[in-house]
C-alpha cells in the first residue's frame, strides 16, 4: 500500500508542474519579450512598419510611422540597458543573441525567425 501511494503523489505532483510554453515564433509587432523564457534566441525578420500609412515630415518618418526594436543586458527592459536597437520603415533584421534578456518591438510586422541563435 505504501508503494502505492508513493506513486499516487509522485503522479499527481507531475500532474500540477506545468509545462514550459513553446517560444513565440513569430514573435507579436508590439511588446517586451524575455529571451529564453517567451521568445527564443536566433536571427528574426519583419517586414517592417505595422503602420497602415505613412506620416512624413520634411521627407522624414515621423517615430510613430516607423518600426524599432531594442535587446537589453537585464530582463527589466529599461533604456539604460540597452544593447542593441535600429528603426526602420521597411524590412529589417534583430539578431537576439542568447546573451541579452529581452527583446522589445514597436509598431513592427511581426518577427519570424529565420536561423536559431547567432
Given at each position: 500500500?505504501?508503494?502505492?501511494?508513493?506513486?499516487?503523489?509522485?503522479?499527481?505532483?507531475?500532474?500540477?508542474?506545468?509545462?514550459?510554453?513553446?517560444?513565440?515564433?513569430?514573435?507579436?509587432?508590439?511588446?517586451?519579450?524575455h529571451?529564453?523564457?517567451?521568445?527564443?534566441?536566433?536571427?528574426?525578420?519583419?517586414?517592417?512598419?505595422g503602420?497602415?500609412?505613412?506620416?512624413?515630415?520634411?521627407?522624414v518618418?515621423?517615430?510613430?510611422s516607423?518600426?524599432?526594436?531594442?535587446t537589453?543586458?537585464?530582463?527589466?527592459?529599461?533604456?539604460?540597458?540597452?544593447?542593441?536597437a535600429?528603426?526602420?520603415?521597411g524590412?529589417m533584421?534583430?539578431?537576439i543573441?542568447?546573451?541579452?534578456?529581452?527583446?522589445?518591438?514597436h509598431?513592427?510586422?511581426?518577427?519570424?525567425?529565420?536561423?536559431?541563435?547567432?
Amino acid at each position: 500500500m505504501f508503494a502505492r501511494v508513493c506513486i499516487v503523489c509522485v503522479a499527481a505532483v507531475a500532474m500540477a508542474v506545468p509545462a514550459a510554453a513553446d517560444p513565440l515564433d513569430p514573435i507579436p509587432g508590439n511588446g517586451v519579450f524575455h529571451v529564453g523564457a517567451d521568445i527564443a534566441p536566433g536571427l528574426y525578420h519583419t517586414g517592417g512598419s505595422g503602420s497602415a500609412f505613412g506620416v512624413w515630415i520634411n521627407d522624414v518618418p515621423t517615430q510613430e510611422s516607423m518600426c524599432s526594436w531594442f535587446t537589453y543586458s537585464t530582463p527589466d527592459a529599461t533604456k539604460d540597458h540597452v544593447v542593441a536597437a535600429n528603426t526602420s520603415i521597411g524590412p529589417m533584421y534583430a539578431s537576439i543573441p542568447a546573451s541579452v534578456k529581452a527583446f522589445e518591438s514597436h509598431n513592427c510586422q511581426p518577427w519570424t525567425r529565420v536561423t536559431d541563435s547567432p
